[in-house]
């Protein structure tokens, strides 16, 4: 893996890189820059996002797009849309019948969801609790359990999206683990023209199978390394304290606590311990690609897409921006 | 040498504050000196004031820190601690601070509070001159808060802005603590008083000095380094946009008006509508002497609605028919058509004398007043539009001379006898047979024939005495009647009063009694205990064919295959159905010739999904008995085990159905063995619809105004609970003001209105709660507003009638090395491995790490559950003995060992232990002083009464109760609820009296008492839940006086902006449901039944479980 020196040398270059291409992107959407920002920044955390939202608000093309631009390989992405009807063998692979008439069970994970490197999981909370469980090892720790060992998954992207986020206490746990949510709104009220000239090229492109945002400027492996070089800086001090200090000004980590509590109390937003951390990981991952520097008072608005519930996504967003005054 | 009181910066300061104002009255209002020690590191204060050395001894018997002190020489001051008995060693402070004080409570500093609390009502203090005011005010506008009141003060300092809001934000409160550039002072108010301590802060004295602040008529602030200002209360507010000066740059133009002069032109033109029924005709000459055959089938009477007149114009002379169109008179216009086959004219919509050709209308659509003056309708009799090659034309008939068509008729008469009388003669008459019958007898009523056949002796059919009874010993000799069902009888009590004990897994009584049942008639009992014998039993050919045929008869099927699959694809079924189809399905699954019929794996694969829905209204054991059948039949073991998930699961959810899972002997049975069942027994609808009546008289006294929200509350929740007891007429009477007016109200109360008018419609038809959770989801899919959804959310999802789903538990607080441990000792299938894993995790530390307090608390409850998810009894005894010890010696919190114990109560009434309970109840009873609060003490108390309600009361739930009393009597904050539940308690013990004097004191207290919003809800619906279990007489006199005080539940802080009176509207619903309530009266013998009931079914579910899965 690389060290921290090798990454110091080349950081500055990846992350413009980076930049550039969230930059690029943008240009292929409508007012869709929020989610792919958000999506940039996730990517490089290696944190899931959840896009919430109604059919027809390109959640599913922002995150195809994404994927191809990175210039993955077909084996290296997994992409699909779960219903209650669906078996796991459906997303983990098949169980291996010669191997399990030998006693042991296996699946042939070849082409699923434990081997690629990025996934997209459409419709997420409409899947089985089977399938759910084992979401959550792999999205928690990274790991697939075949015949009772615990095997690493390749996955370092998790994007998933939903319609609407249920209110069953038993996929609260799976929620819980999308730090960022984000919903995605219609665009055509406010911007008819652009819209039907950009779903024009797009339509376009689909029919000459051409891809001109696949030649995106960063590769996978640059944010493999983002995200290797802010693991390495998380612990450079050699204690939590340290990375606080010299990243998050204090007047700047005040504000954070106070936003936090407010939501918490007034919104009664829940935000457990473990998001809490997260939040903090990605806020720094944030403030560190898009300007280079240390925590500002903008990189807090992540926390307005820290909201669990449907309803709660919107008046989050408008309270955090009230809060900091961001207009 | 001085004397003084030292405080050490501690919680213990509080007590030594309290005990030095109560000892020494006369020194409260003296002037004190605070003595701090000039560096931070050394802690302490010592407090002084002009007390003597007996004053001192005083303190100092009350266990004060009374000091002695001096100062030497260098500046330092020695502090000796006074304990003439011993001698210690001076503390030296090398430099120190005093302040001196006018009285006690301003010699005190306050302490800090941990966390963040909540503050009811806010002022931030900012100094006019500074730019903090300005920011605060800013702030406050962004977040829409522009209730906040200004005043203007001055102290020392100079002039200050005070802005004081109710629920200020959090925000602000921390910005104004945290960060002092802001120049901002925050300050919460200290009780009700004029005492107003910085945010994060309390005083000591806080009550003290609001009485003297009061005497005085002083308003005061203190800071947390202990400075106080003072202003002058009555200084006036003013509103906060009376401080802005609001300004809009933008150039400024002034438009005058113009006179308009260009006009556009819009052609009127003809387009296609849908056909009406034409009124006129215009006919040529030719077409009115076609009209003869129509005059001729006219009756006189409809003849007289047509007019007619005759006119001229450029293309020749044209008639008008008209048709006077009467209101409930069938139209004659298409018939006029279809004879002179001209399509005629319509009248247009809004403008009467106005006609268009049919099927076509005027575009563009033109307001009437400005049609009617450019087509001239004024001026004319009517316009007609006709339309031709050559376009429109438009016709006025100013003054048409009408008659009526009848004017037009001429009627001739002729007498044709000569050829009737031929065509008689010609006639042969063709009379069909006659035969004579007697009129059928009236028939006897069916209810007469029904009494007459239930008065009849239950007969005895030979055939099945021969075959089906059980006991041959007990059978009288065929032939006697009265005998055979006077000894079927007997033998059918005896059966019935041991399975009415309950807990009865054998199947042969089952199979028994079904068999005697049948013989007797009783069909339904029969059934029941047939699916009890099959249930507990193996899938035996003959029973399920009983079964099978039984409910056949019931139903009137015929159990063809094509019959079968249309019920295992409907959508919903009736009971009746339901248990029709299961009972076909084990027959055929019995006798093997599934195949034979043709029921496909399809087939299969829905009548699974059917039963396994919680939702289809069969008994659990029929359910269960079809999934294992269905299910064993394809040894699906996967399939079996998602079933038995989803029933238990179902079953964990809403328990068991006193009228679905119950058989109608076990009901009747418990029912006799309740003292006064008579009278307290399934409150008739009569008694209900009228407390509710006494109840809206009351709620409606002095008249509703119609447009006031709080009135249309009142409106819809009495008409839901109107609809509930059945009442449909008087519930769509009181909604119907609202819904009249349902525009004037805002959008979150407008939808809300909406979602109670559907509540109706759904308490009208008794749908399910699928339906119901369909219903809002459609209600809440039209609302686009993220805002007004969300008010609306809010009160929804507190209100027991909107809420679409039970309230959601709480995610895992445990960490995850423990979790995992947790969640996979929750999968193992034996109670003495979850017990093993349970001591492993309690005993010892997991990587290094120790458990808290609240994580043992999870770990107990969940694997105590996971015992009894298994249902084995030695299995959950084993975890039991387990987790009770470790409760008592491993949870050092007093709340949480309290809310442990509640769930080994749970689990020990399970098995039936009664020991058990007795030694835990007296655990709950034993932590009632150590608990911080009597809430605390509720997480225990609730399934104690469960217990009880299961075990049958005795005197340990007596002591119990008497136990708790004390903390249920005091004023201390949650200790209402805990009062309504003893009451509760009480009553189950048939201790009427003191049953009702606490709930009586509960009720006047939630309405009287000096509580916090949100404790006083709490002890109101705490009341109204008790109050549920006695009778509506002594209930309704308790309901009346919570509804009379409606007024004293105000409203959360946090919900002041949803333009609704949230704890008011839920209140009130909790009022109405109390008497309106849906549930049949449920005895606690029938309860305990089923929680009895439902063990054994978890049990024998899980036993199949395993037999099938090899586990």
């Not at chain 2, 039991?880 to 010696?889: C, D, N, R, S």
Request: include cysteine; proline fraction near 5%; charged fraction near 30%.
């Amino acid at each position: 893996m690389w060290t921290l020196r090798e990454l110091e040398r080349e950081i500055d270059a990846i992350r413009e890189r980076i930049n550039r291409h969230r930059r690029a992107l943008d240009e292929y959407f409508v007012k869709r820059s929020e989610e792919i920002d958000l999506a940039t920044v996730c990517a490089c955390a290696q944190e899931p996002l959840l896009f919430v939202g109604p059919p027809g608000t390109a959640k599913s093309d922002l995150v195809v797009k994404f994927v191809e631009s990175l210039g993955l390989g077909e084996s290296d992405y997994f992409e699909y849309m779960l219903t209650k009807f669906t078996e796991p063998s459906e997303i983990l692979g098949p169980i291996d019948i010669d191997l399990l008439k030998q006693g042991r069970f296996m699946r042939r994970t070849k082409g699923k969801l434990p081997e690629a490197k990025v996934a997209f999981l459409d419709e997420i909370f409409k899947s089985n609790s089977a399938i759910l469980n084992t979401l959550l090892t792999i999205v928690n720790e990274r790991k697939f359990y075949q015949d009772g060992e615990a095997l690493p998954v390749a996955l370092r992207m998790l994007f998933a999206a939903t319609n609407d986020i249920p209110e069953q206490s038993e996929l609260d746990a799976l929620a819980d683990r999308f730090i960022v949510k984000v919903e995605t709104r219609p665009v055509k009220d406010d911007s008819f023209t652009e819209l039907i000239d950009a779903g024009i090229m797009n339509e376009v492109y689909k029919a000459t199978e051409q891809k001109p945002w696949a030649r995106g400027s960063a590769s996978f492996e640059d944010f493999l390394k983002f995200k290797r070089f802010m693991d390495l800086t998380f612990g450079e001090g050699g204690s939590g304290s340290a990375d606080r200090e010299r990243w998050f000004p204090r007047e700047v980590f005040a504000e954070f606590r106070r936003v936090v509590r407010t939501l918490e109390t007034e919104d009664k937003v829940f935000i457990s311990d473990r998001k809490l951390v997260k939040l903090y990981k990605v806020i720094r991952t944030r403030a560190f690609l898009f300007h280079g520097g240390a925590v500002r008072t903008d990189d807090l608005s992540l926390l307005g897409y820290s909201g669990n519930r449907r309803q709660e996504l919107g008046v989050v967003q408008e309270k955090v921006k009230a809060l900091l005054n961001l207009g | 040498m001085k004397y003084g009181v030292r405080l050490h910066d501690d919680p213990r300061d509080l007590a030594t504050l309290r005990a030095l104002a109560d000892t020494l009255p006369a020194l409260r209002a003296a002037p004190w000196t605070e003595l701090r020690p000039g560096d931070p590191a050394q802690r302490g204060t010592v407090l002084h004031a002009a007390f003597d050395i007996a004053q001192a001894q005083q303190l100092r018997a009350r266990g004060l820190d009374v000091v002695r002190y001096t100062e030497d020489d260098f500046g330092a001051l020695i502090v000796h601690p006074y304990r003439p008995a011993r001698i210690e060693a001076p503390a030296r402070w090398e430099s120190f601070l005093t302040r001196a004080a006018p009285t006690l409570w301003e010699a005190v500093r306050p302490r800090p509070v941990a966390g963040d609390p909540i503050a009811d009502e806010a002022c931030f203090w900012a100094p006019r001159d500074g730019d903090g005011a300005h920011r605060t005010i800013e702030r406050l506008l962004a977040l829409g808060r522009d209730d906040a009141m200004v005043t203007t003060v001055r102290d020392d300092t100079g002039e200050a802005l005070l802005i004081q809001v109710a629920a200020a934000p959090l925000y602000l409160l921390m910005r104004a603590r945290e960060e002092p550039a802001e120049a901002v002072r925050a300050y919460v108010r200290a009780g009700d008083g004029d005492l107003w301590v910085a945010f994060g802060y309390a005083h000591p004295l806080a009550s003290l000095a609001t009485r003297a602040l009061r005497e005085q008529r002083r308003r005061a602030f203190v800071d947390a380094d202990g400075r106080w200002r003072f202003v002058d209360p009555d200084a006036p507010a003013r509103s906060i946009y009376d401080v802005l000066e609001t300004r809009f740059e933008a150039r400024a133009a002034e438009w005058t008006s113009a006179p308009a002069t260009e006009r556009f032109r819009i052609t009127l033109r003809l387009a296609p509508t849908a056909p009406a029924d034409p009124e006129l005709w215009v006919l040529d000459a030719e077409q009115f002497l076609a009209l003869e055959p129509l005059v001729e089938s006219l009756p006189d009477a409809e003849l007289a609605r047509f007019t007619i007149s005759r006119n001229t114009g450029p293309d020749g002379t044209r008639y008008v028919l008209q048709e006077l169109v009467r209101p409930n008179l069938s139209r004659l216009g298409v018939r006029v058509s279809d004879l002179l086959g001209v399509p005629g004219y319509a009248r247009t919509p809004g403008v009467d004398n106005l006609y268009l050709p049919v099927g076509r209308r005027l575009v563009p659509a033109m307001r009437r007043d400005e049609l009617r003056a450019l087509l001239g309708t004024e001026r004319a009799r009517a316009v007609i539009i006709t339309e031709d090659s050559d376009g429109p034309c438009l016709v006025a008939l100013t003054n048409p001379e009408e008659s009526t068509l009848r004017s037009w008729v001429e009627y001739a008469a002729s007498d044709h006898r000569t050829e009737l009388e031929r065509l008689v003669e010609r006639s042969v008459f063709d009379w069909p047979e006659l035969n004579i019958e007697r009129p059928p007898a009236a028939p006897e009523p069916r209810q007469r024939a029904e009494e007459v056949e239930a008065q009849r002796p239950p007969r005895a059919r030979r055939r099945d005495v021969e075959t089906e009874a059980p006991d041959e010993a007990a059978r009288p000799a065929a032939g006697d009647e009265s005998a055979v069902t006077a000894a079927l009888r007997e033998a059918m009590r005896g059966y019935e009063a041991r399975l009415a004990e309950g807990g009865c897994e054998d199947p042969t009584p089952w199979r028994d009694l079904a068999l005697l049942k049948l013989q007797a008639g009783d069909a339904d009992d029969a059934c029941a205990c047939l699916e009890a014998a099959i249930f507990h039993g193996s899938l035996d050919v003959d029973l399920a064919a009983r079964l099978a045929s039984q409910r056949a008869r019931a139903s009137g099927r015929s159990g063809s295959a094509e019959e079968l699959v249309t019920l295992a694809t409907a959508e919903r079924l009736t009971p009746g159905e339901a248990a029709y189809l299961g009972a076909r399905v084990l027959e055929h699954i019995a006798r093997g010739d599934a195949l034979e019929l043709n029921l496909t794996e399809g087939f299969f694969q829905e009548v699974a999904r059917c039963f396994a829905s919680p939702e289809t209204p069969v008994s659990r054991r029929l359910a269960w008995s079809v999934l294992r059948a269905v299910h064993g039949r394809a040894r699906d073991a996967l399939e079996l085990t998602r079933a038995k998930e989803r029933l238990l699961g179902g079953v964990n959810d809403r328990g068991l159905s006193e009228s679905i899972d119950l058989p109608r002997f076990v009901r009747f049975a418990l029912a006799l063995t309740e003292e006064g069942a008579a009278g307290e027994l399934a409150r008739s609808q009569a008694e209900q619809r009228r407390a509710m009546e006494d109840l809206w008289r009351e709620a409606s006294e002095g008249a509703l105004p119609e447009l006031d929200p709080r009135s249309a509350y009142v409106r819809m929740i009495f008409g839901v609970g109107f609809m509930r007891i059945g009442a449909a007429t008087a519930a769509r009477d009181i909604v119907a003001p609202v819904e009249a007016e349902m525009a004037v109200h805002e959008p979150p109360n407008r939808v809300i209105f909406q979602l109670y008018l559907a509540r109706m419609a759904h308490e009208a038809t008794r749908g399910d709660s699928g339906a119901w959770a369909r219903e809002v989801e459609t209600a809440l899919s039209a609302l686009k507003d993220a805002r007004v959804k969300d008010r609306v959310e809010f009160l929804r999802k507190r209100s027991e009638w909107l809420r679409s789903a039970a309230p959601t538990s709480a995610t895992s607080s445990l960490r995850p090395v423990f979790e995992r441990s947790v969640a996979e000792a929750e999968g193992f299938a034996s109670g003495a491995l979850i017990a093993g894993r349970m001591s492993e995790l309690l005993d010892e530390r997991v990587d290094q790490r120790a458990l808290f307090d609240y994580e043992i608390v999870e770990v107990i409850e969940r694997l105590l559950r996971a015992a009894l998810r298994n249902g084995s009894d030695e299995g959950i005894a084993t975890v039991l003995a387990v987790a009770t010890p470790k409760v008592a010696t491993r949870v050092r919190a007093a709340g949480r060992r309290v809310s442990a114990t509640g769930e080994c109560i749970k689990v020990a009434a399970a098995l039936g232990d009664l020991g058990a309970v007795d030694d835990l109840l007296e655990t709950v009873a034993s932590l009632t002083n150590a608990v911080q609060t009597p809430k605390d003490l509720l997480t225990g108390v609730h399934p104690s009464l469960a217990a009880l309600r299961r075990l049958g009361a005795g005197d340990s739930a007596r002591r119990f109760l008497e136990a708790l009393e004390p903390v249920a009597t005091s004023t201390a904050s949650g200790s209402l609820p805990m009062r309504a539940s003893l009451a509760e308690g009480y009553l189950l013990l048939k201790d009427d009296a003191h049953a009702t004097e606490l709930i009586e004191s509960t009720v006047g207290d939630a309405l009287s008492a000096e509580l916090s919003h949100v404790d006083r809800f709490d002890a109101g619906v705490a009341a109204l839940a008790a109050l549920r279990h006695w009778p509506m007489e002594p209930r309704m006199a308790s309901v009346r006086r919570l509804l009379q005080g409606l007024d004293r539940f105000t409203d959360a802080f946090t919900a002041r902006d949803k333009l609704y009176e949230t704890y008011k509207v839920l209140m009130l619903e909790r009022i109405v449901d109390t008497v309106a309530d849906d549930v049949t009266f449920e005895s606690d013998k029938v309860r305990g039944y089923l929680d009895e009931d439902e063990q054994a079914i978890r049990r024998r579910v899980i036993a199949d479980w395993r037999s099938a899965c090899g586990r």
